[in-house]
C-alpha cells in the first residue's frame, strides 16, 4: 500500500514557469515532510523540509505548502529555470518509524529555455 | 568531504552469481539505508541499520541481505541474484539524533541482472 502518492509522474514548463508538484499521505502520524532533488546520474539530495506545525516554507525560489487537514502537501518552483529541470520526490517520516522515509513515486520535471 | 560512496558504479552478472555492493560514509552517521529505484515506484526501501550490529527489513527486502560490522560500511549482498533485481541502488546515511533529519544519498549503482 503506498503511503505517499504522488503527482503529476511528468511536468513540462516553460522557463519563468511556476511547476507544482502534489503529495498527499495516508498516515496521520507522519510529521516530517521532506522534499528530494535528484539530478541525472546523481543520488537524491535534500532540496526543502517542513514539519505540519507550519502550513508554509520557503527557501529561495523553493516553497513548500502544507495542508494538514487535507493531508496534503506540494512543491512550488517559482520562476523556474532549465537548471531546475530533474526529477522531484517528495517523502514523509514519524518517529515511530525510526525516522524511515517513505517516498512519493517521483516526478520529472522539464524546464524549457 | 562528507560524502556517501558506492561500488561498483555499474554492474552486470548473470542470475544466480553471488555479488556485494559496498557504501562507505565518513560523516560517523548512525544510520545507514539500502534503497532501490524503479520507473514509477520512486525509491523503496530494502534494510536499514540504527547503529552497529543493528538492522532491520525495509519494504523490499526479499533477496538482499546486508551486514553493519563497522559503523562507516553497509555492504548489500545479493546471494542469487535474479532479473527482477535489476535496478538503480541507493545507499543513504544520517544521523538519529538532534533536529535534521536529512539522508545523505551515495551515487548509485546500476545493477543488471540477465
Known amino acids: 500500500q503506498q503511503q505517499v502518492k504522488q503527482s503529476p509522474q511528468s511536468l513540462i514548463v516553460q522557463k519563468g514557469g511556476i511547476p507544482i508538484i502534489n503529495c498527499a499521505y495516508e498516515?496521520?502520524?507522519?510529521?516530517?515532510f521532506p522534499w528530494y532533488q535528484q539530478f541525472p546520474g546523481k543520488g537524491p539530495a535534500l532540496l526543502i523540509a517542513?514539519?505540519?506545525?507550519?502550513s508554509e516554507k520557503k527557501e529561495g525560489r523553493f516553497t513548500i505548502s502544507f495542508n494538514k487537514s487535507a493531508k496534503q502537501f506540494s512543491l512550488h518552483i517559482m520562476d523556474s529555470q532549465p537548471g531546475d529541470s530533474a526529477t522531484y520526490f517528495c517523502?514523509?517520516?514519524?518517529?515511530?518509524?525510526?525516522?524511515?522515509?517513505?517516498f512519493g513515486s517521483g516526478t520529472q520535471l522539464t524546464v524549457l529555455p | 568531504e562528507a560524502q556517501v560512496t558506492q561500488n561498483p558504479r555499474y554492474l552486470i552478472t548473470v542470475t544466480g552469481k553471488k555479488l556485494t555492493v559496498t557504501c562507505s560514509q565518513n560523516?560517523?552517521?548512525?544510520?545507514m539505508s539500502w534503497y532501490r529505484q524503479d520507473p514509477g515506484l520512486g525509491l523503496r526501501q530494502i534494510y536499514y541499520?540504527?547503529?552497529?550490529?543493528?538492522?532491520d527489513k525495509g519494504d523490499v527486502p526479499e533477496g538482499y541481505k546486508v551486514s553493519r560490522k563497522e559503523k562507516r560500511n553497509f555492504p548489500l549482498i545479493l546471494e542469487s541474484p535474479s532479473p527482477n533485481q535489476t535496478s538503480l541502488y541507493f545507499c543513504?546515511?544520517?544521523?538519529?539524533?538532534?533536529?535534521?533529519?536529512?539522508?545523505?544519498f551515495g551515487p548509485g549503482t546500476r545493477l543488471t541482472v540477465t
Open positions: 517523502a514523509a517520516s514519524w518517529e515511530g518509524s525510526a525516522r524511515q522515509l517513505t
Open positions: 498516515n496521520t502520524a507522519f510529521d516530517y
Open positions: 541499520s540504527m547503529n552497529v550490529e543493528v538492522t
Open positions: 560523516m560517523n552517521h548512525e544510520y
Open positions: 543513504a546515511s544520517s544521523l538519529t539524533s538532534g533536529t535534521s533529519y536529512e539522508q545523505y
Open positions: 517542513i514539519r505540519p506545525d507550519v
